[in-house]
C-alpha cells in the first residue's frame, strides 16, 4: 500500500475519533476538556527532542532547545492545571468554611 | 535514515490510546479526572520512549530543556489563581503552537541540508505546519493580552484591517506555493513571519466575550499543525494526537460559539462589518437606585425564592466563599436558593463552575440556563453578583449589540433584581444594561466580598 495512503487512512480516522469521543459533553466540563486537549497537543515535544537531538549547528540545536522547552511547558503545564481544575469538582467532601471578612456577627 | 524500532512504535500506539481515552474520560463529570491523569501517563510515557527511537546527540542539553520546561510549566499551573485560568490555557496553546511552528522550521533545514528530493506532500505539511503554528502562537498571545488586561477587551478595528488581514492571508499563500516548489529556508522564515501577522490581525478584532472561542479555535489549530509537523517527522503519535486535538477543539468551538448563540465566523469577522461597537465602554451617569447593603438583606430574609447569578466579578472579588455561607443562612430560613449558571459565566463556558466548586459550593445548587431560566418569573430576588452580559435584555432586543442573539438569564423577569456591582462600568463585552435601570431594579455598590459580607451580617441578624 501507498505510505502517503496509509498517513491518510490514520489522519481521517483520528477525525473521527476526535470528534466522537467528545460530542456528549456538558458545558461544565468545557474549560476541563479544553484544557485536557490542550495539553495534549503539548506532545509536539517528542517532535522538538527529535530535531534538537539531531542538530548539526549550533543554530539549529539552540532553536531546538527552545521548541524543547516550549514543547515540555505546553505539554506539563496543561496537564497539571487541568488536574487542578477537576480537583476542585472531586473536592466537595467537608472541607472547613473558609474565614470570611464579614464573619464577625 | 534510521527506523523506528518496533517497540517504540507500539509505545507510541500505547500513549496514542491513552490520548483517546483520556479525552473520552474529560467528557464525563466522574471520570474526567482519571482521564486527565491517564493522559499525562501516555505524554510521560512517550516522552521517555522517544529517546530510543533514534541515536540523539546534546542529551545534557536535551534533558535540561526539558526540566527547565517542566518546571515553567508546574510553577503556572499551581500558581495561577482560577479567575485567570483561562488566560493561562491561552498561553500554554501558544507556546504549543511556537513549538511546532520551530520543529518544522528546523526540519526544513534539515530536508534542505540533505539535499534529496522532497515529496510534495512532505513540503505541503511542512508549510503547513509552519504557518498554522505561527499563527496559533501569535493569536494566542493577543488572546493572553486580552484576558490579562495587558491590552483592551474590546474589538481593536482600524480602517486598514480588512485590507490588511485578507493582503496577509494572499500573501501567505502566495510564499507557502512557492515553498512547496522551490523550499528554501528563507521562504519558511519569510511564512512563519507572515503567520505572526496573521495571527495578531485575526484576533485583535475579537471582541471580549467572544475571546474565549477563540481560545478553543486555535486550540484546534495548534492541533492540527501538530499533527502536520507528525507527518513531516514520520511520527505516528503526534499525527494521531495532532489530529484528535484538531477534531475534538473544532466540534468544542463550535459547541461553544452555539453556546453563545453565535456562529464561529460571525464571532472572528463579527467587528469586521462594523457597526458592534454599542457603548462607549465608560460608566454611565443615568440614575440608578442605589439601597444599601441592610436593605438587601431584609429583601433577602423575607423572600421565598432567590435565584443568584453569579460572574466574573464575584470571582475576581474572592467572594464565591461569603455567597456560599449566605446562602447556607438563607436556606436555614426555609429560603429556596440556586445558582443560574449561563454556559459561558466567568471567562470561559464551565469556568464559574470551576470557580464556586473551588468555593464548596455543592454541586446540585448549580442550575443550567435551561433548568432555571423558566424558574426567574416566580423568584422574589434574583441576585446578579459581579455578572452583568449574561442577564443583559440587549441580547434580545438590540440586534446592532454585539451580544444580539446570545441566549440570556431570564434574570429581568424576577419580581426583584439586586445587582451588586463595584462600578457603573459596563460588563466584559462593553455594553450598557438596559436592566440597571429598570424600576425594579436596586444596586448595591462596592467590592462584593465586603458588601455580601455585610448583606451576610445583616441578614443573620434578622
Known amino acids: 500500500m501507498n505510505e502517503s495512503i496509509v498517513w491518510l487512512t490514520i489522519f481521517v480516522l483520528s477525525i473521527f475519533v476526535g470528534t466522537e469521543v467528545v460530542s456528549k459533553v456538558s458545558s461544565t466540563l468545557h474549560t476541563p476538556l479544553m484544557s485536557g486537549a490542550n495539553a495534549i497537543h503539548g506532545i509536539i515535544l517528542i517532535g522538538a527532542i527529535l530535531v534538537a537531538g539531531s542538530a548539526e549547528s549550533t543554530g539549529v540545536l539552540i532553536v531546538g532547545l527552545i521548541a524543547t522547552v516550549l514543547g515540555a511547558v505546553n505539554l506539563v503545564g496543561g496537564f497539571v492545571v487541568t488536574d487542578r481544575m477537576l480537583e476542585m469538582f472531586s473536592a466537595r467532601k467537608k472541607a472547613k468554611p473558609t474565614k470570611t471578612d464579614g464573619d464577625a456577627a | 535514515m534510521t527506523t523506528t524500532p518496533v517497540w517504540v512504535q507500539l509505545t507510541y500506539l500505547a500513549a496514542a490510546v491513552c490520548f483517546i481515552l483520556a479525552l473520552k474520560g474529560l467528557s464525563g463529570p466522574k471520570t474526567a479526572r482519571r482521564g486527565n491523569q491517564l493522559g499525562a501517563v501516555g505524554a510521560a510515557v512517550a516522552t521517555v520512549v522517544v529517546f530510543f527511537q533514534k541515536d540523539l546527540d546534546h542529551l545534557p542539553l536535551i534533558i535540561a530543556a526539558i526540566v527547565a520546561g517542566t518546571v515553567l510549566g508546574v510553577v503556572g499551573a499551581y500558581k495561577v489563581q482560577m479567575t485567570q485560568m483561562p488566560q493561562l490555557v491561552a498561553l500554554f496553546n501558544g507556546v504549543g503552537g511556537g513549538a511546532a511552528a520551530l520543529v518544522a522550521l528546523l526540519e526544513l533545514d534539515e530536508i534542505l541540508s540533505h539535499g534529496a528530493e522532497v515529496s510534495t506532500v512532505i513540503m505541503i505539511a511542512t508549510v503547513f505546519t509552519i504557518f498554522v503554528g505561527t499563527v ?63 495571527g495578531v490581525l485575526l484576533v485583535l478584532p475579537v471582541g471580549g466575550a467572544d475571546v474565549p472561542i477563540v481560545i478553543s479555535l486555535l486550540n484546534a489549530f495548534t492541533g492540527l499543525s501538530v499533527a502536520a509537523g507528525g507527518y513531516v517527522l514520520s511520527n505516528t503519535l503526534l499525527v494521531v494526537a495532532g489530529t484528535l486535538v484538531g477534531a475534538s477543539g473544532t466540534m468544542l468551538t463550535i459547541a461553544m460559539a452555539k453556546g453563545m448563540g453565535r ?77 443560574a449558571i449561563h454556559p459561558v459565566a466567568g471567562r470561559m463556558p464551565g469556568h464559574m463552575n470551576v470557580l464556586l ?92 466580598k465586603e458588601t455580601m459580607g455585610k448583606v451576610l451580617n445583616a441578614v443573620k441578624s434578622l
Do not use: C, W
Open chain 2, 136 to 198: 496559533s502562537f501569535a493569536g494566542s498571545m493577543i488572546t493572553f493580552s486580552k484576558l490579562q488586561e495587558l491590552m483592551t477587551t474590546r474589538p481593536v478595528v482600524f480602517a486598514g484591517l480588512p485590507v490588511a488581514f485578507g493582503g496577509s492571508i494572499v500573501a501567505s499563500l502566495v510564499v507557502a506555493v512557492f515553498g512547496v516548489n522551490d523550499p528554501s529556508l528563507f521562504l519558511g522564515i519569510v511564512l512563519a513571519l507572515l503567520g505572526l501577522v496573521v
Open chain 2, 357 to 448: 466548586a473551588e468555593a464548596q459550593v455543592p454541586y446540585e445548587q448549580l442550575k443550567e440556563m435551561n433548568d432555571i431560566n423558566s424558574e426567574f418569573k416566580n423568584a422574589d430576588v434574583a441576585l446578579v453578583v459581579g455578572a452583568n452580559d449574561v442577564v443583559n435584555p440587549a441580547a434580545r432586543t438590540t440586534p446592532s449589540a454585539p451580544i444580539y442573539g446570545m441566549p440570556i438569564l431570564n434574570a429581568d423577569e424576577a419580581r426583584q433584581v439586586v445587582f451588586m456591582k463595584r462600578s457603573m462600568r459596563p460588563g466584559f463585552a462593553g455594553i450598557e444594561n438596559e436592566l440597571l435601570f429598570d424600576p425594579k431594579t436596586t444596586l448595591l455598590f462596592g467590592d462584593a
Open chain 2, 263 to 339: 456562529s464561529v465566523t460571525n464571532t472572528l469577522f463579527g467587528a469586521l462589518k462594523g457597526g458592534s461597537t454599542l457603548g462607549a465602554g465608560v460608566a454611565s451617569d443615568r440614575p440608578v437606585k442605589s439601597v444599601s447593603p441592610e436593605d438587601v438583606g431584609i429583601m433577602l430574609a423575607y423572600a421565598n425564592r432567590v435565584i443568584i447569578v453569579p460572574g466574573y466579578g464575584l470571582a475576581v472579588a474572592q467572594a464565591q466563599h461569603t455567597l456560599r455561607e449566605l446562602v447556607e443562612v438563607l436556606q436555614s430560613r426555609d429560603i429556596e436558593v440556586d445558582y
